[in-house]
């Protein structure tokens, strides 16, 4: 099957401060600019009715990796590619008119930063098809009024908004009701791909899974795929069927949900899931405690795997190379010495 998202070698590095002035560089004081390496040779192919959950502590990438797949950024290198498509190529300000932009769609982390305080609830769901709708080929004309307005009911139908608060402004909304509008105007231009930034991370636990139990439901009856970021294991086995865990830009391990949370590999995954589970003190088992401080995304040591200051089980070896996933298995880890967690000496 061919994927309908495929990232290949891709990364994204920030400059930092100041370009070295042309004095400076005449007179051989030419250090190269400090970089900050936000994503790091990440590869994965998504594939159409897939759902796939990108999870990581805060700082490690995760809005990075998803602002390059939206094209808000561009890419430092690598390939991405959408329906078979080089959309990495095009750059991010032509993205906007490109043929592929309707079919990405992405609902924002926090629902009271990304609706314009302005629109109402109407106008947020009904911008996106103001802006790119548009009538079947060959006419592909922009939208009727009158067909704005039919796909805006049926958006907030689709996402149990009722129509009555459609004329409400954010502020009249409560959190819930507000990402129910991020939603639908996500789903608006009937995409393929949703991403979902943290959608559910600004609201209540109880109001969390009701979203959830939405979004699980929209997926199937739309046959959307979704890139689902969270930093919250348990939302992303709840929702997906793939999991990719990032430590500081790289994806360290990703594989089947099932596969994945039965028996982790990589012991900074091994970590994330003994602080999410309930730990019995007479089971014998050890608990990981990650100590030390997270290396830095800054010029870092590319020989060095990214992991080396917190892990328990570092060896030589691994500041000696960068471990990679192998590309080929269903369960992949970048990790040289990979083990079950009860084998782990
Ligand atoms: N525009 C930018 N310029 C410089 N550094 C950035 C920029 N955007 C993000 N970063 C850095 O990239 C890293 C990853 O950030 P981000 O993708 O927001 O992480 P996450 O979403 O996982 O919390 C962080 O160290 C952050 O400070
Ligand atoms: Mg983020």
């Keep these: 099957m061919t994927p309908l998202l495929s990232l290949d070698a891709v990364h994204k590095r ?31 192919d998504l594939h159409p009715g897939e759902s796939i959950g990108l999870v990581g502590e805060s700082g490690c990438g995760k809005s990075t990796l998803v602002r390059l797949v939206t094209r808000l950024l561009d890419t430092s290198e690598g390939r991405i590619l959408f ?20 079919r990405i769609q992405q609902v924002f982390q926090d629902p009271t930063d990304s609706l314009n305080p302005r629109f109402t609830a109407f106008d947020c769901i009904a911008d996106p ?31 149990s908004l009722p129509r009555a608060l459609l004329a409400r402004y954010p502020h009249q909304l409560s959190g819930g009701q507000k990402l129910r509008v991020g939603i639908a105007r996500g789903i608006a231009l009937k995409p393929q ?3 979902l930034d943290e959608p559910t991370s600004a609201l209540d636990v ?19 795929s979704y890139l689902f970021v969270s930093h919250d294991l348990n939302v ?3 929702l997906c069927d793939r999991v990719m865990v990032m430590y500081l830009g790289k994806i360290v391990e990703s594989g089947p949900v099932e596969a994945v949370f039965a028996a982790p590999k990589h012991p900074y995954t091994q970590a994330l899931m003994a602080a999410v589970s309930k730990f019995d003190p ?10 030390d401080d997270p290396q830095s995304p800054i010029d870092p040591d590319p020989h060095c795997c990214r992991f080396y200051s917190r892990c328990y089980k570092k060896q030589r070896a691994c500041e000696q190379a960068m471990p990679e996933r192998d590309g ?13 967690l009860d084998e782990a000496s």
Aim: net charge positive; glycine share 6%.
């Design 14 to 44: 920030f400059p930092l401060g100041e370009k070295p002035g042309l004095l400076a560089r005449a007179f051989g004081a030419n250090k190269p600019q400090s970089m900050l390496h936000a994503v790091e040779n990440v590869s994965f």
């Design 83 to 102: 329906n078979e498509r080089h959309i990495g190529d095009v750059p991010a300000h032509d993205f906007a008119r490109h043929a592929e932009r309707a």
């Design 129 to 159: 098809l103001r802006r790119l709708g548009a009538t079947p080929l060959p006419e592909a004309k922009p939208m009727s009024a009158a067909a704005v307005k039919a796909r805006v009911e049926e958006a907030a139908d689709q996402v």
């Design 193 to 195: 791909l949703l991403i």
């Design 206 to 224: 109880s109001v969390q899974a009701v979203i959830l139990h939405l979004l699980a439901e929209l997926r199937r009856e739309l046959g959307l």
């Design 236 to 238: 992303v086995r709840l």
């Design 282 to 291: 007479d089971s014998g088992e050890t608990r990981i405690r990650l100590t």
């Design 328 to 340: 080929k298995s269903v369960h992949q880890v970048a990790c040289f010495f990979p083990n079950r």
